[in-house]
Structure formats: C-alpha cells, structure tokens
C-alpha cells in the first residue's frame, strides 16, 4: 500500500489547512517527497484515518479525480463522491480536500506512475488532525 498523508492545521473559521504529501519518482527513477497545500470546509471535513484512495470518474468535473473511499457519516451512512480536486475556498467543498494546480497537476502524476511502476499496489490516505502528535 503506498500512503499519501494529509496533515491538518486547526480549524479557522470555515477553513481548515494543511499539507498533503507523497512521493513521485525522479528521472533516474528514485522517490522525491514533495508536499503540497490544502484547504477543506471546517463544517464538512471527513474524521481523521486511513481510507482507501482511488482515481474514478467524477461526473460534476467530467474526468478522473482522486476518491476517498470508506468514508462515513456520524449516523454510520456511506459519503460517497468525496473527492481531491482544485479549489480555492472553503465554499468549494463540501467534504472534499481542495488543492492548487500544481498540487493536482503532480497528484495526476502520482496516479499515473502508481498504475506504471506499481502496478499490484493501491493507495491509501491517511489523515491526521493539527492536536495529533
């Protein structure tokens, strides 16, 4: 299983921030850790964990995003399209891990040598919360 990990600030006001990282293989085909900003919704984030992470469609965006899988509400109902995508305020999310161009540009990368180099393994994302040591 290869983890991406998302660090949580503490919330302020709507927005919660934090950092998303992962390694991408470099030219002479050796990992590079790079990490990228984040922005969620305070009012609508998912719990801290490990979730199974995948690349499926998405019919609001029309092309493959990545999807947190195995997420649930507090009454125990699957949430189901809880996606990374580009965003730039809290407002653009309702559940979702907001991120810049550049973050997505190099999460699509990601993916792609996932499916090239590693072809027997998965991804997951774990998430931790700013009071997490």
Known sequence: ???????????????????????LL?????????????????????PAGTYPLDRTWSPKF??????????FAPDGTP????RIHRGAIPEHSTGCILLDMTGMANLDVFFNQLELYYEDENAQLTITDGSEA
């Open 1 to 23: 299983m290869i983890t991406l990990t998302l660090q949580r600030n503490k919330p302020s006001g709507k927005a919660v921030t934090g950092t998303l990282a992962f390694d």
């Open 26 to 46: 470099n030219k002479e085909g050796a990992p590079e850790h790079l990490s990228f900003p984040t922005l969620e919704n305070a009012e609508f984030i998912i």
């Open 62 to 71: 029309k092309k493959f995003l990545p999807e947190v899988q195995e997420v």
């Open 79 to 82: 949430r189901l399209g809880i």
